[in-house]
């Protein structure tokens, strides 16, 4: 994980949805979800055939959809959020929508403990920041995607 920040900190981190070797983000820039993706591949090890799928538009809440994407469900563990839950360094925290953002938000958890969290996130209101640790709250989260264990 603290290889993964320091490589892309600064960084507008685009995903190659198309396979190529820069990416094209569908036409949207460095999104949140791109961050994540890479996460994915670089830090848990996902193949492109192995990563969740949201559902819906494409989003960060689509994310959060667990129950209707088999390959979610086959390589990753949904922890839907209640009070008082802290989310594992490592997971992928999901936010629900909000007025002036109806995609929701996805990061990875850097840090976290009951008051908040510390999570490596890209925003894609304001990509030219790039790849950034930035607090947050449990305020509209809707859990988080853990991968599940490997073996045999």
């Given amino acids: 994980m603290p290889e993964f920040v320091r490589r892309h900190t600064g960084r507008q981190v685009v995903w190659n949805w198309d396979g190529s070797a820069t990416g094209t983000a569908r036409g949207f820039g460095a999104q949140c ?3 994540v993706r ?3 591949e670089e830090g848990l090890g996902l193949s492109r055939a192995q990563q969740p799928e949201p559902t819906g538009n494409a ?8 129950a209707r994407r088999p390959t979610q469900a086959r ?3 949904w922890t839907p959020y209640q009070r008082g839950m802290v989310a594992p360094i490592g997971s992928v925290p ?6 002036g953002n109806r995609f929701g938000h996805i990061a990875v958890t850097v840090e976290a403990d009951a008051q908040g969290l510390r999570l490596f996130s890209q925003d894609g ?3 030219a920041r790039g790849a950034q640790v930035m607090s947050y709250t449990y305020q509209n989260l809707l859990g988080w995607l853990t991968p599940k264990a490997r073996g045999g």
Avoid at 59 to 66: E, I, P, T
């Fill in 33 to 35: 979800v791109d961050l």
């Fill in 38 to 40: 890479q996460w994915f």
């Fill in 59 to 66: 989003g960060a809440v689509g994310f959060a959809d667990h």
């Fill in 75 to 77: 390589f990753m563990d």
């Fill in 94 to 99: 999901v936010f629900g929508p909000t007025p």
């Fill in 125 to 127: 209101f304001n990509q």
